[in-house]
């Protein structure tokens, strides 16, 4: 710091020469991060052409006919729902059972019975998405566990199958998510709820306060930052209701409540070759994704809380 | 009356039975968490070992009840697991060191606050982080740069992430100045300090980063689907047991539709059912992750400290 005050700055080019090496170690690197980040935004143009691959950008301009389309789309209104319904479902499952766990295991005073408690609940963190969904649906087979265990409970005469119960999709989403995360998102809370000073239980104790009022009184308010810091940062992804999953999930029989933005873009791209639409869709996702994170950083900053970007 | 729990006295039943409750609660819920999260794997374990068309049966939940490797040897040919596994491991390795070089270089180049292009180029790289031009852009990206159908789209595509970068940057910047700018003064290139200091001395930061390149490159399959489906050759292995999986979704579609006789005797023509062998595919491509998880975890307790930063 001293030596940056005190040398007497040389001019750009001259320092620039006598930098050469810190040059070439990041310039190929920030030139790669343009050529794969920013470069491929120019591919939007498509959303406003009639894409013809073999024409490439010569394609015919068609001004914002896509997204006119796009928004008197009843699969687009159908796919829209189905995304936001289940990044909400997501979201709040997601916040409350990590919550829930981590309050949970700060309790527990077994060290060792709570450290393999967290590491086994941390595991289907590592796993991809193609292995939870084989999991899943063998779980939800007409003759699978689930079916069983709500036979016992007595909550299904009949065993059913689960993927093809058009209503029960958004629902196997969110505690698929909450199973695979869970233990994984409890370690933030668990570090937040390491750093509230022993003291306060410990006088909260000799005043005769009992578990739950410890847990209402201490505990969350000391993990109040972290929950409100989180929640915006979540809300900026409200439109990610994720994609690997409900594309590895979704069937014919599930497919009004199973498809998704991301989806809907795939399929017509993919499958019928309509890139002009698909990238329209795409497009209109990643700018509201923007605008939302924009709003978020900007009341997470409000709220006197760390600035986000 | 005194009442004692786990060495605590207790003045009251009242608040002796809220603790007794309490720690049954504990309990059941670390007996949940431990049994919800490892039962799918045994179950799906199980099945994959038991005939597959004693399977269709059902009941099998907690042990095969005819043993067999059939679903194994099955797979084994059919989804060329030697090949996937090969592809799968280099591209996890490849991916795993280019990252890991080219991240803390430049971590290390944009750490150095004399840098005059120091600010242009991180906020380059760091709104990469919320940039994305969405699935088609990118896809034309990788077909002008002839990408597709090659082994290098698994690898040159991912070679940077704006979160690896910050998470090695706040690293490197707490090893103290002096260290450098001693080298400095004695005429060492940067090159040379990235190479002997600043690899050297990021290695817990970077075993942390490994862990987390290496669990999503094993874990990618949805590249393979976009450019190289016509590749077996490059098949990975989380592709092939996507591949089986959709068979599988297929067939359990096909199931609520075809009346059980026909179905049946559709299953026995073959030695093996779409959901034998999608069992079998799960283990296959989880038993990796299952063998190392134990020697990783000291790598990703320490690594969530500086992973919090901007999580």
Known sequence: MPSAVLRKSPGFWKSLMTQRQLLWMSLPIVLYVILFTYVPLAGWTMAFQDFKPAKGFASLWVGVKWFKYLFSDELFTMVMRNTLAMSFINLVFGFAFAIGLAITLNEVKAKRLKRFAQTISYLPHFLSWVVVAGLVSTMLASDGVFNIVLGWLGLAKEPKLWLGEPKAFWWIVGFTNVWKEVGWNTIIYLAAMSAIDPALYEAAEIDGCGRLSKIRNITLPGIKPTIIVLLIMNLGWIMESGFEIQYLLRNGMNADYSQSIDIYVVNYGMRQGNYSLATAGGMFKSVVNILLLLTANWVSGKLGEEKLV | ?311
């Open chain 2, 1 to 311: 009356m005194t009442l004692r729990l786990g060495g605590k006295l207790y003045l009251s039943t009242r608040s002796y039975l809220a603790e007794a409750g309490f720690s049954v609660y504990k309990a059941v819920v670390l007996t949940a968490i431990v049994l919800i999260t490892l039962y799918p794997f045994w179950n799906t374990l199980v099945i994959s070992l038991n005939q597959a068309v004693d399977t269709t049966r059902g009941g099998i939940y907690l042990w095969p009840r005819i043993w067999t490797f059939q679903n194994y040897k099955s797979i084994w040919v059919t989804a060329n697991i030697p090949n996937a596994l090969f592809i799968s491991v280099a591209r996890a390795v490849s991916s795993t060191i280019l990252n890991l070089f080219l991240t803390t270089m430049l971590a290390y180049a944009l750490s150095r606050r004399e840098f005059v292009l120091r600010r242009p180029f991180t906020m380059i790289v760091l709104l990469s982080m919320y940039v994305n031009a969405g699935l088609f852009p990118n896809y034309f990206l990788i077909r002008s740069l002839h990408l597709n159908g090659t082994f290098w789209v698994y690898i040159i595509p991912s070679m940077i992430s704006a979160f690896n970068f910050i998470v090695i940057r706040t690293f490197i910047k707490t090893i103290p100045d002096s260290i450098f700018e001693s080298a400095r003064i004695d005429g060492t290139g940067d090159f040379r300090i990235f190479r002997s200091f600043v690899l050297p001395l990021c290695k817990p930061v970077l075993a942390t980063v490994a862990l987390f390149v290496a669990v999503g490159a094993w874990n990618a399959w949805f590249d393979t689907l976009l450019y190289n489906s016509n590749k077996p050759e490059l098949f990975t292995l989380q592709y092939q047991l996507m591949a089986l999986l959709q068979q599988s979704m297929n067939q359990s579609r096909s199931a609520a539709d075809i009346n059980t006789a026909g179905m049946a005797a559709n299953i026995i023509a073959s030695t093996v059912t779409p959901i034998s062998i999608r069992a079998a595919g799960t283990i296959f491509a989880t038993a990796p992750i299952l063998m190392v998880y134990p020697f990783l975890q000291k790598y990703f307790v320490v690594g969530l400290n500086v992973g919090s930063i901007k999580e």
